[in-house]
């Protein structure tokens, strides 16, 4: 019991009184949610027209259409994997040579842009494609090592992991790790960086999870974009984003089934699929991207918040309308430029430039 004696202020009574109306922490009821009328959402005005474009783009109507068999998931995928007319106009607007290879096993894209930074002449990136873990391999594995290549004059190496129906978990993380090896044996660990987007972002951060509890060496730096870092559905942008976002949609559309679909069963809020739910401390330097219309902006903010938690440095980068990559859909929006050249700063303040290791 709180006891007080003497006349109270009108100051002090209101406070008095605020105390007095306040629950009991342990009989507060669960919180009701908040009902919000329906309203139209202009595009804003103040981004540039090539992301107006991006962001007024209507839904799908085929968004709550979910595969019903392995050979259904295939035959969504196909559309996905962008054929080589596509990736060498992309080639040619950005003046960045794209050569095939296979590292350990795994096939990989080098994307070599016309000029390389001299400071980035020993450095190497290690890029590796979104899509749900499903969607987007072959060709459109590189189109974010070309924007990169491009945009931060470096050379990026694009992982073409596999995924189902031909391989399910942990699958596309071994292939990750089987090539984070082999850029090892001739550079060090400090003057490479690694970057995704989507369940790219999300394979950066399970990378080094896998990394540390392998004793490996760590990179320089990450830049995990809008990653699919839980697979549980927590996070609050997934209510208040959902059919604003008009890339994802909803946590009901194709993103997390198909997440499911990779991970056969296992548990999804294992950290090698969700990684918000790992150790971040250790962690290298970290640059997140995201959008304000982003399914994904509280996945991105969450481990942003988590990664300062656990003392790492981190840089959040939120962009204005955008929905879910957004700001690597359109290589000719001064935003995709603006997004990459960020990140590219970011490495070059974290990665050694020397490849002897010094």
Known sequence: MIKRSGPLGPVALAAWA?????PATAQSPVPAPRDVPARSIPVPSDVSPQMQALIARPISPMWRSIPKSPEEWAA????TQAGSDQMHALMGRLHVKVEKAVMDGVPVYIATPETIAPRNRNRLLIQIHGG????????????????????????????DYRMPP????PAALDDVITVWKAALKTHPAKSMGVLG?????????????????????????IAPGTPMADLTGAGDSFNTNALVDNVLVSPDALCTPAAKFYAQGHDIADPLLSPIYGDFHGFPPTILTTGTRDLLLSNTVRTHRKLRQAGVEAQL????????????????????????EEM?????????PYANGL
């Open 197 to 221: 987007a989507s369940a790219g972002g999300a394979l950066t951060l399970e990378m080094v999870l896998k990394a540390k509890a392998l004793g490996l060496p760590l990179p320089g730096a």
């Open 344 to 352: 590219a700063a970011f490495f070059d303040r974290h990665l050694s």
């Open 166 to 169: 031909v391989a399910y978990f």
């Open 76 to 79: 969504w995928a196909k559309p």
């Open 317 to 340: 980068e939120v962009f204005e309308g955008q929905s879910h990559a957004q700001y690597e859909r359109d290589d000719q929006a001064p935003e995709t430029k603006e997004a990459f």
């Open 18 to 22: 605020m105390i007095g109306a306040m």
């Open 132 to 159: 749900c873990y499903v969607f987007g391999g072959g060709d459109a594995a590189a189109n974010e090592a070309i924007m990169m290549a491009a945009f931060g004059h470096y050379r990026v190496i694009a992982v």
